[in-house]
């Protein structure tokens, strides 16, 4: 800055992207899938770990896409006028359940996963989940006060929907475990978040998985670990049925994670199938125009 107030700042026009990355066990980047993407998030691997359902705004507007985990070639699903995002699988892998808006209504609608068809309105809601049997849907419903119910509905037609867990708080992130009998999800206990279990879908008994807080819950693949978000760290949970439920002690994993992998609320990962590694994201720095220098007279006088 000159003495006469003058500043002379160099303006950045390189655009933030994300890409896919297959991590393992340990959290080394094994391979990368497909292309960098803008804001590409919240991602989640197909039951058989061939494709990924993601969200990105790559097209001017929040759609769903599916991406090849192999080959990397993108499909777009969603073409709305309004936000579509956060999917999650039905078992069979053929369709897909997301967030959507009915005017300015947080609602839920399928989709067939291929790209064919026409996406289907269900109902108000948030953050679908299918439920094991893929005959119905565990969802968000808003409250008063900022407050939330986790709800479970059959999709047959003329059904009600009914509370599994009521009056939450803090995060709305949930998981159906893959035998259908439990739903982790991440609510505030007291002023400390963490992680819960509860029998699905009657709500009966409460399981405290983390007591330090955490978020996007995520079962393997044969439901005897939970995964979930810890600050910036990556925790797993082994999780026991017999002879009587129970939950191990959490701890770290993926301690050699590259700085560039996102960890977080919005970008958690998926884990493969045969549980040795992830699907998650990482920041890549696109190389845009030459920096633009931009000169503010009297910067000092306007900043008063």
Known sequence: M?????????????????????????????????????NLYFLKLSP??????????????????????????????TYGSGEENHPSWSPDGNTL???????????????????TGEPRLVHPGALPNFTADGKGLSFVRFTEGGRFDLMHRSLAEGSE??????DLEGGMFHSISPSGDYLAYEAIKGAVPGIFITR???GEG????????????????????LYFVQGDQWMVAAVTYRPWFSIGEPRPILQELDKDVIVGRLFCGSPLPDGDGFIMLRNVTESGAPPRVVIFRNWLAAKR
């Open 97 to 115: 359940a997301y967030q959507c808006f009915e005017g300015v209504v947080r609602s839920i609608c399928l989709a067939p996963a291929d790209g």
């Open 2 to 38: 000159a003495d006469d107030g003058t500043l002379v700042a160099i303006a950045e026009t390189a655009r933030r992207l994300r890409q896919l990355v297959v991590v393992n066990s340990n959290g080394r980047i094994v391979r990368s899938i497909g292309e960098p993407r803008q």
């Open 206 to 225: 409460k399981w405290q998985v983390s007591s330090g807080g955490g978020t996007i819950p995520t079962w393997s693949a044969d439901g005897n670990l």
């Open 161 to 166: 929907a009914a509370p599994v867990v009521r």
């Open 48 to 77: 058989d770990g061939t494709r990924v359902a993601t969200s990105t705004d790559d097209s001017g507007n929040e759609d769903v896409w599916v991406m090849d985990v192999e080959t990397g070639n993108a499909n777009r699903i």
């Open 200 to 202: 699905f879908p009657s």
